[in-house]
């Protein structure tokens, strides 16, 4: 499947690719295709893995009252 460019289109990156594992230390990926990698790396056999990917958090909402939500 194929994602149009005027959405939110992901990037290659070795960190979420289904292939990987981060490795202990935090700052590469042991990839049983290309070996030990940048999390920044990628290849031609990227593969998404969208559980790998941490969402952005959410704006904080402010700017309402109680009164905005009485009847």
């Known amino acids: 499947m194929k994602r ?3 959405e939110n ?4 990156k070795c960190e ?8 202990p230390d935090g700052e590469t990926v042991l990839c049983p295709k290309k070996g030990v990698v940048s999390r920044e790396d990628k290849c031609r056999r ?4 969208i559980l790998k990917r941490k969402p952005r958090k959410a704006p904080a909402l402010s700017g309402y009252s109680a009164e905005d939500f009485e009847l």
Do not use: E, V
């Open 4 to 6: 149009d460019k005027t």
């Open 9 to 12: 289109a992901i990037s290659p």
């Open 16 to 23: 979420y690719c289904a292939h990987g594992r981060l490795a």
């Open 46 to 49: 990227f593969q998404y893995d």
